[in-house]
Antibody, heavy 118, light 108 residues
Framework: EVQLVQSGAEVKKPGESLKISCKGSGYSFTSYWIGWVRQMPGKGLEWMGIIYPGDSDTRYSPSFQGQVTISADKSISTAYLQWSSLKASDTAMYYC???????????WGRGTLVTVSS | DIQMTQSPSSLSASVGDRVTITCQASQDISNYLNWYQQKPGKAPKLLIY???NLETGVPSRFSGSGSGTDFTFTISSLQPEDIATYYC??????????FGGGTKVEIK
């Protein structure tokens, strides 16, 4: 089955670090981009950035540049989104999604809920 | 930065009604416009790509049109299972993929 499986929900304190994951299966992981999308509670979708696991080419939305790091390990078909110091405003659902070179997202993970609270 | 203006932000329609949502780009994006459906508590789902191409498996009552700066998404006959929020997304300018603000569709 073609799918993206995301890691489970996280509850963290402000200032803590975090790395969430997105594992692809059922397709050639290195032939598609993987993007990350944030959805804050009750709000719309925001594109954060995208990585091509084949060569780790990574692009960031200007809004998220320097705030998060996107990486991938093609040997285990997994992409990552990480924070070095979380803030309460990072509380959101984070989706990973697959993109062919035409930059639409045709396959989505179920999302990882990140809650940051003291 | 390309801004996407999606309207309306919400609408209420009866089963069987024709529903239309528009998305306007702040500059020419050719046909680089996609549409997604997000049901409550679920991940988004691709419905239309490249402005007018129906994703495999998506019912034909969904359609998209437009090019340049003005785009339209249509549900030809609203069904109860279409209750969701719909988003447009442009990709003309990397690294700046942008989603519209969303349209919440409810049944009257």
């Amino acid at each position: 089955e073609v799918q993206l499986v995301q890691s489970g929900a996280e509850v963290k304190k402000p200032g803590e670090s975090l790395k969430i994951s997105c594992k692809g299966s059922g397709y050639s992981f290195t032939s598609y981009w993987i993007g990350w999308v944030r959805q804050m509670p009750g709000k719309g979708l925001e594109w954060m950035g995208i990585i091509y696991p084949g060569d780790s080419d990574t692009r960031y939305s200007p809004s998220f540049q320097g705030q998060v790091t996107i990486s991938a390990d093609k040997s285990i078909s997994t992409a990552y989104l990480q924070w070095s110091s979380l803030k309460a405003s990072d509380t959101a659902m984070y989706y990973c999604a697959r993109s062919p070179t035409d930059w639409y997202f045709d396959l989505w993970g179920r999302g990882t809920l990140v809650t940051v609270s003291s | 930065d390309i801004q996407m203006t999606q309207s309306p932000s919400s609408l209420s329609a009866s089963v069987g009604d024709r529903v239309t949502i528009t998305c306007q780009a702040s500059q020419d994006i050719s046909n680089y416009l996609n549409w997604y459906q997000q049901k409550p508590g679920k991940a988004p789902k691709l419905l239309i790509y490249d402005a007018s191409n129906l994703e495999t498996g998506v019912p034909s009552r969904f359609s998209g049109s437009g090019s340049g700066t003005d785009f339209t998404f249509t549900i030809s006959s609203l069904q109860p299972e279409d209750i969701a929020t719909y988003y447009c997304q442009q990709y003309d300018n990397l690294p700046q993929l942008t989603f519209g603000g969303g349209t919440k569709v409810e049944i009257k």
